[in-house]
């Protein structure tokens, strides 16, 4: 039990911050939760969106640590099936912190002033960038690893991918690939789209240091510098 919820102090103490940040912020300016989507508050949609990377975090949390030190899945319906049922989870909550932050940025779209020129480059630009990342973890990294099959398959051993955006960072998918969430705020000018995906980018890496990186030690015996 020690190990499986070893640096979760930290982990929730982090989060409680944010939600309390979130909170000041989100209510520093009317505009921020203003408007209505399908008869719901931009304030109900931000507060689903805040939600769904808490409980796809813990979900990722909690099936890597009873696996990684249990092998409680794996025991009882083989790696293949554990896998899978396990992938499906993560993609459904995957998907649905881009979902649910789209919808967010409809309830309150053009809350946010800026130049559309601009809006439209920066979105460019990211877009360019998650697509490489895209491409680097299917190519290099491949899906499964990023799924985290090394928490699953004991016999699983590859080096560090020092290859496509991976060159030029170990942490990729933390620092790129979450730029994506950052797209329907931008497109749609919504300043609540534009906070819930801050707060997943500085949320991940929440995961990362109190999940990811010691699991990290224990599976490989080092982490990358």
Do not use: C
Not at 41 to 65: C, D, E, G, M, N
């Amino acid at each position: 039990m020690k190990e499986i919820f070893g640096y979760q102090t930290w982990h929730y103490l982090a989060l409680l911050f944010l939600l309390i940040s979130l909170e000041i912020l989100s209510t520093s300016n009317e505009t921020i939760m203003s408007g209505f989507l399908w008869g719901l508050s931009t304030k109900t949609w931000f507060w689903i969106a805040v939600a769904v990377p808490i409980l796809h975090q813990i979900y990722v949390w909690l099936v890597w640590r009873l696996e990684l030190y249990t092998a409680v899945f794996t025991k009882n319906y083989g790696l293949e099936k554990a896998f899978k049922i396990y992938k499906i989870g993560f993609s459904l909550l995957f998907v649905s912190r881009l979902l649910f932050i789209i919808f967010l940025a409809f309830s309150n779209r053009n809350s946010l002033e800026v130049n559309p020129s601009l809006a439209y480059v920066v979105a460019a630009v990211i877009t360019v960038v998650v697509l490489y990342l895209f491409y680097s973890v299917i190519k290099y990294f491949t899906i499964d690893r990023a799924y985290g099959i090394d928490h699953f398959d004991k016999n699983y051993n590859e080096p560090y991918v020092k290859k496509g955006i991976f060159r030029f960072t170990d942490n990729g998918m933390y620092i790129y690939g979450l730029m994506i969430l950052y797209l329907p705020g931008i497109l749609l000018f919504s300043k609540a789209a534009l906070l819930v995906a801050l707060f997943n980018h500085i949320y991940i890496w929440v995961h990362y240091y109190t999940t990811e990186r010691p699991d990290m030690k224990k599976i490989y015996g080092t982490i990358p510098d």
